[in-house]
C-alpha cells in the first residue's frame, strides 16, 4: 500500500509495515492496552468477556477495511452503553438478544447520519448536540453506576456486608491510583489493566477468588457467541432500541474527537480523506457486526490513541495485528475463567476511578466550552439531563420502557431545539 504523502516524525507511518517479529510485539502492545477496559465492560453488565475481545478484534478489522485501511485505530467495548446493558442484562425478558439490538440500532444510527453528513455536511450536528448537551449526558453515563460500584465492594454474593470486601476494594483504587499517577512510558498507559490484576493478587491472597473455575476450564474454548437466528430467534425489544439508539449520538461526539487527536498526531485530515461520512460508517458497521456475534457495542479507544502518541507508531497494519490477536486470545479458554474469577471487590475499586473519570470527561467538556450556566437556558438544560438520568428516571408503559440514561438524552436535545437563547426575564 502506497501513499505521496509520509509524516516524518513518524517512526512507523501509518502505511509503514513492520516485520513479523517487530509487528507481533507492537501489536501485543496495543493488545495489553485496550484489554483492561475492553473485558471489564462486559464483566459490569453479565457479558462473557471473550466475546467482547472477539467482537472488538472483528469489529476493528471491519473499521479498519471501511476506511481504506487509511486510519489507524482500535475499537473497543464502549462504556457509554453500560447503564442501558446492564439494565436489559438484568432483565429476564431481555438479555442477549436485547443488547444485540441495541448495538445493531446504534450501528444503524451511525450508518444513518454517515449518509446524512454525506450529503449535506456535519455542521448540524454540533446544534443538535451542542457541549452543553453532552458534558451532563457524559456526566450522568459516568454516575449512573455510582451505586452499583460502591454495593459490590461491601456485600458479598448473599447480600452480607464484608469488610474483606471493602478492603480488597480499597487497596485496588489506591493501587491503580498510584500506577496512573507514578508510571511513565507504556506501563503509564495500562493502569486500569495493573490495577486489576493486582486487585486480583490482592483477592487472591484474601481467599475471595474461585480458583476452581480456572482449574476445570478447556485451553481452547468457543465464546459464548449468541447469533440470532442460529442460536436464539429474536423478538424486537422496542425497550432496548430506544434505551441505545440516543446514546449512539453521544458516541459520536467522542468519535469525532479522536479523529481529531489522530489527524494532529499523523498530519492528515481524515474528515475529508476517507472522510467523516466514511469514518462513522466503519464504527457503524463495526457496532452491527459485534451485536451480531452478542458483544457490546465498540468504540475507539483513546488509550490506543495514546500507545501511537507515545512509540509514534501509527502504522495500521499494528493495529490490524492486535485486533487478529485479540480474536485468537478469545478462544483461550483459560483466559476467559480467568477474567470470570475476578471478584466484585477488584471491579469496584477500578470502577470508582473508572466511572469518576468518564464524568469528570463530561465536566470537562462543559469547562473546556466555557458554558455559561448564569444562562436559565444552560442551567435548565444541564439540571434535567442530571437529574433524570442519575435519579434513573424510567418511562414505562406494557413492554414498553425507556431508562434514565435514554431519557436524559432525548430530553437534552429537546430542550436544546425548543428553549430560546435567552428567557424573558435575562432581556
Known sequence: ????????????????????????????????????????????????????????????????????????????????????????????????????QGAITTGLVYIIVSFIIKKIGSDWVNKVLPPVVVGPVVMVIGLGLAANAANNAMYNAAGEYEVKYIIVALITLALTIFFNMFLKGFLGLIPILLGIVSGYLVALAMGIVDTNVITNALWLAMPDIHIPFVQYQPTIHWNAILMMAPIAFVTMTEHMGHVSVLNKLTKRNYFEDPGLDRTLLGDGLAQITAGLVGGPPVTSYGENIGVLAITRIHSVFVLGGAAVLAIVMSFVGKVSAVIHSIPGPVISGISFILFGVIAASGMKIVIDNKIDFDKKRNLIIASVILVVGIGNLVLKTGTFELSGMALATLFGIVLNLVLPKEAASEK
Open 1 to 100: 500500500m502506497t501513499e505521496k504523502f509520509r509524516n516524518k516524525d513518524a517512526v512507523l507511518d501509518v502505511h509503514d509495515k513492520p516485520s513479523f517479529i517487530q509487528g507481533l510485539g507492537l501489536s501485543f502492545q496495543h493488545l495489553f492496552t485496550m484489554f483492561g477496559a475492553t473485558v471489564l465492560v462486559p464483566i459490569l453488565v453479565g457479558i462473557d468477556p471473550s466475546v467482547a475481545l472477539m467482537s472488538s478484534g472483528i469489529g476493528t478489522l471491519v473499521y479498519i477495511f471501511t476506511t481504506g485501511a487509511k486510519i489507524p485505530a482500535y475499537l473497543g467495548s464502549s462504556f457509554a452503553f453500560i447503564p442501558a446493558m446492564k439494565l436489559l442484562m438484568d432483565n429476564p425478558n431481555a438479555g442477549y438478544g436485547a443488547v444485540a
